[in-house]
């Protein structure tokens, strides 16, 4: 597999790579998320944000574009107005811990605001 670089974009992080491969094309996507991570545990750790609520409730995790894309490609939508912000949670619970902003675990009865 030759993958070449299509596109790098420095303030998300995100790589873009494709290749040839049984005469399709593929695309492969790279995220560094250090500063990402970085920054959820900062907040987590902050007691400011914990001060700061509004009507839509607490900013529960940030979900990198990297895990997003791989959802999508797994056919997990989380913009499709199907997906249910429980389903989210249950995801987020298991794939992304280290990137949720509150210890809490929502996984029931959760809804869009």
């Known amino acids: 597999m030759n993958k070449r670089i299509l ?11 494709g290749s040839h491969e049984d005469g399709k094309m593929v695309v ?10 970085e920054a959820s545990t900062y907040l987590d ?3 400011s944000r914990k001060d700061r609520t509004s009507p839509a409730g607490e900013h529960y995790a940030h979900i990198p574009d990297s895990f ?13 107005p199907e997906v249910t912000m ?3 949670f249950k995801r987020v619970n298991r794939d992304l811990p280290h990137f ?3 210890p809490m ?9």
Do not use: C, Q
Not at 28 to 37: I, K, N, P, R
């Open 7 to 17: 596109d790098h974009d420095p303030v998300t992080g995100m790589t873009t790579y």
């Open 28 to 37: 492969y996507y790279e995220e560094d998320v250090e500063a990402e991570l």
């Open 45 to 47: 750790r902050t007691d």
């Open 68 to 80: 997003i894309i791989k959802w999508m490609s797994e056919g997990f939508n989380i913009y499709s």
């Open 86 to 88: 429980a389903e989210i």
């Open 100 to 102: 949720k902003l509150t």
């Open 105 to 113: 675990k929502h996984d029931k009865f959760s809804r869009w605001l």
